[in-house]
C-alpha cells in the first residue's frame, strides 16, 4: 500500500547515505560535458512513455488516455529555468520517495566504484547505473518534479530537493498524466535556457528517441525520430552508424563489422547489427547482458532477447531487431515458439555468416581481427550446433607449421599443398610453440609440408566434428598409421639401422618401462629425436583424450607406442652403459616422461623435478669414480 501523502512530507526526508556521496560528487566536480543530464533526463522520459504504452495495450483505463506520446522542453531565461514535461506513465507520492529518494534499487554504490576508478570519463557511465535523474544537479541549484500516475486514482506530488541531505515531497495540482521536471540551474549553467543549444544537445545525443520532443512552442520536433534501423541503408552514412554504436554501447572502439537489413520477405524486418571490436563486455557499456534489442512494430518487446541467434554462436552481436510480423501483445513466454522468431533466427543466422564470408575474402586482416577476437564462437558453434558446422567450416582459421605467424583457412591449406596430397594433416597441442619442437613434425619439415597447429582447448571438439573438408580426410599427425609417400635416403638409412645393436636397445627400453608402453619400435620416419609416441590403433585418440578431459570425464589413458631413433647422439651412448647401471633405468624412465610431456599427456609435470635430480646426481656420481 501506498504511504500517504500526508505522512510523506510531514517533515524532510532523508537521502541514504551513497545518494548524499553521490549528489557531493555531482555538484561540486566539474565536468567538460555537463549537457549529458539532458540525455539522461530525455531517456527517462522515454521510458516513462515506454511502459504507459505497453499498459495502454492491455489497459484502458488510464488519465488522459487520449493524450499525444511526447516530450516538451521549456526555457525561461531570465528566471533560469528549464522545464523537462512528457505524458508518460507518471509517479505517486509513494514512488517519487522510492525512485528519486531512497534509490534502494540504484546503482548509487557501483557508480561510485567506477568514479572513484577513474577509468572513464563520469559523463560517460552516468546513465548506467541508475542514477542518471541526479546528473542534473551538476547544473542545478534546486529541481522540482511534480507527477501524476496514469492511475485514475492516484494523486498528483511533487518530489522537492537542492541536492543537500534531505528531499520533500508534498501534495501537487497536476491534472494532465507524465511527469515535470522544473530545473533552477545555477549561474554558470545559464546555456542550457539557449534554444539552439539544446537543440545541438538533442541532435548529438537523443536524435532517435522514438518520441516526439519539442521545444518551446515548435510544432515540428528538434529530434529524427525514424529509428536508424528503419532507414534505408543507402541513406545512412558511416558517422552516422558509428554515432548510434557508440550511443547504443558506450563502446568508442569502432566495431569490427555492422550488417543494416531491410527484408520484406519470408518475413518484414528491420536489423542493425554489430560485432564489436572486443569479446568481452566491459563494466562501463551500456549493453550489461548477451541478446538483441528486440522491438515489434517500433515497441520494445525485450531488451536483451538471447533467441534472435544461436545459442553457442553469435552472442558477441549487439544491435536492434524490429519486426512488423511480430504481434504486440507477444509474451517473453511465447517468444521461443513463436514462428515468426524461428524465421527471424534463420535470416539473421545467415545473414552475419554470408558477411562474414565475404569480409574474410575481401578484407582477409580485417576478417583475422574478427578471428582473435572471436574465434572461440566459431569454434563453440561447430562443436554445439549441429546444423551449422558446415557452413562455418571457411570461417576456421588457424597457425602451421609453414605459417607461424599466419591464420589460414581450411582452403588456404589445401591450394598450398602438393597435388597428390589427399589428406589435411593437424596436430594438437598446448600452443603453438611447443608443437613448433614436436618430433612429429620432423618428416612433414623435410618435406616442406605443412601441418595445422590446434591449440585451443575447443580444437579437438572441431576435429571430431569435421572428420573431411572439401572430399580430403583431416588426419592426426601423430598418428600410428600415418601415411606418407617414401621418398629419400632418411627413411632407408633409419630402416636400414634395424641391426643387432638397435634390437639391443629396443629390449632395453621394453625392459625399463614395461607395461606402461604396449610397444617399443624404430620410428618408420626420420627423427631429430631420441623417440617419440603415437597412439595405436583403435585407442583413443588424442583429440579424444583432450574432450574427455574437457569434459571431466573419466578414461583409462591408452598405452603408447614408443618409437626410437637409434642414430641419436643419446640412443647411441646408452648403449654404452652396462644393463643393470641405475642411470640406464633413470634415463630412459626420463625420456618417456619427457615424451609424455611433449605430447600433453603426463598427468603431473612436475613429477619430472625429481626424476632430473636423482639422474643428476647419478651423473655426478659416476663422474666422481671414473
Not at 499498459?55 to 488516455?65: A, K, M
Not at 557499456?285 to 541467434?309: F, T
Not at 589460414?408 to 598450398?416: F, R
Not at 621418398?487 to 630402416?495: D, K, L
Amino acid at each position: 500500500m501506498s504511504q500517504p501523502v500526508s505522512e510523506i512530507h510531514a517533515q524532510p526526508l532523508p537521502f541514504k547515505a551513497e545518494t548524499r556521496q553521490l549528489l557531493n560528487i555531482l555538484i561540486h566536480s566539474l565536468y567538460t560535458e555537463r549537457e549529458v543530464f539532458l540525455r539522461e533526463l530525455i531517456s527517462n522520459a522515454s521510458d516513462a512513455l515506454t511502459r504507459l504504452h505497453f499498459e495502454t495495450l492491455i489497459n484502458r483505463d488510464i488519465v488522459n488516455p487520449e493524450a499525444e506520446l511526447a516530450i516538451w522542453i521549456e526555457i525561461n531565461p531570465q528566471q533560469r529555468i528549464l522545464i523537462i514535461r512528457d505524458s508518460g506513465i507518471g509517479m505517486n507520492a509513494d514512488e517519487l520517495a522510492q525512485n528519486l529518494g531512497i534509490i534502494a534499487h540504484s546503482g548509487a554504490k557501483a557508480f561510485l566504484e567506477a568514479a572513484q576508478k577513474g577509468d572513464a570519463k563520469l559523463n560517460d557511465i552516468i546513465g548506467q547505473f541508475g542514477v542518471g535523474f541526479y546528473s542534473a544537479f551538476m547544473v542545478a541549484e534546486k529541481i522540482e518534479v511534480e507527477s501524476r500516475s496514469y492511475r485514475p486514482n492516484d494523486t498528483p506530488a511533487r518530489w522537492i530537493s537542492a541536492g543537500e541531505d534531505t528531499f520533500i515531497i508534498e501534495p501537487a495540482d497536476k491534472s494532465e498524466r507524465g511527469t515535470t521536471i522544473k530545473i533552477h540551474l545555477k549561474e554558470d549553467a545559464v546555456e542550457f535556457c539557449d534554444e539552439k543549444r539544446l537543440r545541438q544537445i538533442i541532435k548529438k545525443h537523443s536524435d532517435y528517441i522514438p518520441y516526439p520532443i519539442y521545444i518551446g512552442s515548435d510544432k515540428e520536433p528538434a529530434n529524427r525520430r525514424t529509428s536508424l534501423w528503419r532507414q534505408p541503408p543507402h541513406q545512412v552514412g558511416e558517422e552516422e552508424y558509428r554515432d548510434f554504436y557508440r550511443q547504443f554501447t558506450l563502446d568508442f572502439q569502432d566495431p569490427l563489422l555492422k550488417l543494416h537489413l531491410a527484408i520484406d520477405a519470408p518475413v518484414q524486418l528491420y536489423a542493425l547489427l554489430y560485432i564489436p571490436a572486443s569479446p568481452e563486455r566491459t563494466p562501463l557499456g551500456l549493453r550489461k547482458e548477451e541478446g538483441l534489442k528486440l522491438y515489434a512494430r517500433k515497441v520494445l518487446i525485450q531488451e536483451y532477447c538471447k533467441d534472435l541467434l544461436p545459442a553457442a554462436f553469435l552472442h558477441f552481436v549487439d544491435g536492434v531487431v524490429d519486426s512488423e510480423d511480430l504481434p504486440l501483445n507477444v509474451s517473453r513466454e511465447s517468444i521461443q515458439s513463436n514462428r515468426v522468431m524461428a524465421q527471424i533466427k534463420r535470416i539473421l543466422t545467415n545473414k552475419i555468416i554470408d558477411s562474414l564470408k565475404t569480409l574474410a575474402k575481401e578484407k582477409p586482416e580485417e576478417y583475422n581481427r574478427f578471428w582473435v577476437a572471436h574465434g572461440r564462437s566459431i569454434r563453440e558453434a561447430i562443436a554445439a550446433e549441429a546444423d551449422l558446422d558446415t557452413s562455418l567450416q571457411p570461417l576456421l582459421r588457424f597457425h602451421s607449421l609453414n605459417h607461424p605467424q599466419d591464420w589460414i583457412s581450411l582452403e588456404d591449406y589445401l591450394m598450398k599443398s602438393p597435388a597428390n596430397q589427399t589428406c589435411i594433416y593437424y596436430l594438437i597441442g598446448d600452443s603453438p610453440k611447443s608443437l613448433e619442437n614436436s618430433p612429429h613434425l620432423e618428416i612433414f619439415r623435410s618435406r616442406g609440408m605443412d601441418v595445422l597447429f590446434m591449440t585451443d582447448p575447443l580444437d579437438p571438439f572441431v576435429v571430431l566434428r569435421i572428420p573431411r573438408y572439401n572430399g580430403h580426410d583431416l588426419v592426426n599427425a601423430a598418428g600410428e598409421d600415418l601415411k606418407l609417400p617414401k621418398e629419400g635416403s632418411a627413411e632407408t638409412s633409419q630402416a636400414a639401422s634395424s641391426n643387432e645393436q638397435s634390437n639391443e636397445l629396443i629390449q632395453r627400453f621394453k625392459q625399463a618401462l614395461g607395461e606402461e608402453v604396449s610397444d617399443v619400435r624404430l620410428s618408420s620416419h626420420p627423427l631429430h629425436a631420441p623417440l617419440r609416441l603415437v597412439m595405436p590403433q583403435g585407442a583413443l585418440q588424442p583429440e579424444v583424450q583432450k574432450v574427455y578431459r574437457l569434459l571431466n570425464q573419466n578414461f583409462e589413458l591408452p598405452k603408447p607406442i614408443l618409437e626410437l631413433n637409434p642414430q641419436h647422439p643419446i640412443c647411441m651412448s646408452m648403449l654404452q652403459i652396462p644393463p643393470d647401471s641405475p642411470i640406464l633405468q633413470k634415463t630412459i624412465d626420463l625420456l618417456y616422461q619427457n615424451a609424455l610431456l611433449v605430447e600433453g599427456l603426463h598427468p603431473n609435470p612436475s613429477e619430472l623435478a625429481p626424476h632430473i635430480q636423482e639422474l643428476i646426481q647419478l651423473a655426478l656420481e659416476r663422474t666422481s669414480y671414473e
